[in-house]
Structures are given as structure tokens and as C-alpha cells.
């Protein structure tokens, strides 16, 4: 069973329950300017299309952590750290690379609206680097870095004022600088990842 299932399962019983416990209570807070929102979520990885990573690598679960700021009722803007690593399932592809972590650092922006006192939607770009940190069959270890974008829709459903849950889908092209020979550019030379995300959410007042 999966990361995301396994979170899910434990996380929507207890939504349910506080639901029903603060039933009359009024938990919507208006957003304002300064208030901040804290996430951390687990994802679920995809490498699509014919490039080194969609054709060669097996992405594992990985994990998210951000930072957002309300500039106004409806926009944000923070940062996001994200880990996700995967196992090189066709060497043959790659040559001397048997795991690949990417560490990645990105600012994002977005627009959120709130669709009752309860569930939001949400919208964020962002614009980053990612470190991809290379292990070798002889277990040394190399780096490759990119330039990194994404797109981000978002629902919450808020369990109190304070604390609630999220879902995601994520887009994510990655420009990575790896050197290769020029009729191998434009195997080596992008990378697009498409994940689903599940986390907690925690706001300010």
C-alpha cells in the first residue's frame, strides 16, 4: 500500500471526526495580509515522456515542505522544499548510475479562493533549482543540476482554524545542464515529473 493511501486512510477518519465534533463551531478565519500557511505532504511521482528519466528511472514517494505568506485575501507567495528519489531500472540507458535523490528549492506564487468556510482551491507556480545527487554501481557519488518549473492546483479542507488537509496534482519541468554528446541534448536535456500530493496544512490567525 502506498505512502499517499496509507496518510489518507489515517487523515480523512480524523477530518470526519473533528467535523463532526465543531460542527457549530465557526473555524473560517478571512485571510489577510501576513498570515501565514505551513504545509508538509508526502507525493506519489510520475516521469513521463521519452527523456532519461521517464524512459529509465522508477521515482519513489517523496516528500514536500512549504512556506506561503498572504500578500492579500487571495494571493500567496513562499517557497517549497521537495525530495523524491528513484532507482534506475534500465542501466543500459544511463551507464554507471543506480540511483538518482533530487533535492529541490523553488519560490512560488498563487491564487487562492474559498469555495466555502471550510474547502479552498488553489493555483501555484513556481521557479527553482533541483540538485540531482547520482550513485554509481561502485557507490560514488556525482551531481547534475536543474532549472526547474511547475504548476500546482490545490484543494484544502480546513479541520479547525488552524489545522486541515490538502490534496495536489503538480506539472514540473525540469532544464536539466548534464553533459552529453549533441545527439543525445535533447534525450539528457529535460525531464517532466507529474505527482499527486496529500499533506497537512497548518495557518496562522
Known sequence: MSLILKLFLILLPLSMFTSFAQEQENIYTAPHAGKLQIEV????NFALGKNFLGDAYNLNTGLEYGLDVFVDPNWLVGFKIDHVGGEV???EKLG??????INTVA???GY?????????LSLFAAFGYASYVNTSFFDTKFHDNAFVFWLQPKIGYR???????????????DFTSIKTSPELEKYFGSATIASLSLGIRITTN
Open 41 to 44: 505532504g508526502i507525493h506519489q
Open 112 to 120: 487562492s479562493c474559498q469555495v466555502n468556510p471550510r474547502i479552498d
Open 159 to 173: 479541520i479547525t482554524k488552524n489545522m486541515g488537509i490538502f490534496g495536489a496534482g503538480k506539472w514540473r519541468k
Open 89 to 91: 531500472e534500465k542501466p
Open 107 to 109: 519560490l512560488n506564487g
Open 96 to 101: 554507471n548510475v543506480k540511483s538518482t535523490i
